[in-house]
């Protein structure tokens, strides 16, 4: 029951998740295009080769996934996962053109070792599964709520000295609270709530996922203000510590333009979508446009559906 082991046995159980989910997912494929080929001869042949994973073992999994989540075992948790190489087609870009953030590589190229966050691994797994069921519906909603809605120790990588030795480069905790989802991660929760919301036949599903989306919003947003008023506190302590020096109000002023010129960068220049205050603002941004396109595609789905037949041809 050491960490190592400790580790190991996480890694291994993301693997076999992520394996399910793919193969979930394959499956489900390949009956639509059985199906639409017009005839279900065959379907349950090919369900017995290929081997899906069943709903409630799939649906178990992901509820084993919330549990680690919701118990803070795989809080600060990154694990060494094969190769930058081998990673990088399947490296995501979230809405503002940026790669996910909180992994790390050793050199990034080369087949050298690949650092992921271990909650990332999952959410990306289970956001590609199968979720047509009404049991996994519910126990994805369970584990991207809880998933989004934590806080845990952030995490950086120490510098190593020269003369050590390269043994072990995975990040370690720090003092500072730091969300569990960010950026693409995020947003890939945020589409999975709607979609599920959207498509879903089940009415608890609809209502739980609505509940899950709300919540979700709600969470990234408050922590953008409490990101602003720490910063406005902040500036408050620093100018008071400099009035007590002899400053006076021109501290306060310098400080005051120092935080207006950081606002006012952040929406302008060429890398305007990187030069947000702080990642919380980035993470609500990035809500705040996902939902307006998801709204935009759900009102023009809603205007299709509405507009009337045109009248047929008077003979």
Known sequence: DSP?????????????LATWCRSSAETASLLREMEEEGGNNGVVA???????????????????????????????????MGTAEDDDDDEDEDDAGETTDGEASKGG?????????????????????????????????????????RTAAAATVAPKDKGEEEEEDVPGPTAQSEPMLRGTHLLQAVRVCS?????????????????????LVITVFARMERSIERAELEDRVAAAARAA???????????????????????????????FPTQDHRDAYLILRSLCKLSMQTAASSARQLTPPPPAAAA
Not at 4 to 16: G, I, M
Not at 116 to 126: D, F, G, P, R, T
């Open 4 to 16: 190592a082991l400790a580790r190991t046995s996480v890694a291994s159980f993301v693997r076999l």
């Open 46 to 80: 090919t369900q017995q080769a290929v081997g899906p994973v069943g709903e409630e073992l799939l649906a178990m999994a992901i509820d084993a996934a919330s549990g680690l989540v919701a118990h803070g075992c795989l809080d600060d948790l990154y694990l060494r």
């Open 109 to 149: 190229k080369g087949g050298e070792d690949l650092i992921k966050k271990a909650v990332n691994m999952l959410v990306e797994s289970i956001c590609a599964a199968d979720l047509s069921s009404e049991r996994t519906e519910l126990s994805a909603l369970k584990f991207l709520l809880t998933t989004g809605c």
């Open 195 to 215: 979609q599920i919301y959207l498509n879903t036949e089940i009415e608890s599903n609809r209502t739980t996922a609505k509940a899950a989306l709300q919540q």
């Open 245 to 275: 020096e002899g400053g006076g109000d021109n501290g306060e002023r310098s400080s005051s333009r120092r935080h207006n010129r950081a606002n006012s960068s952040s929406s302008s220049g060429p890398n305007a979508a990187t030069a």
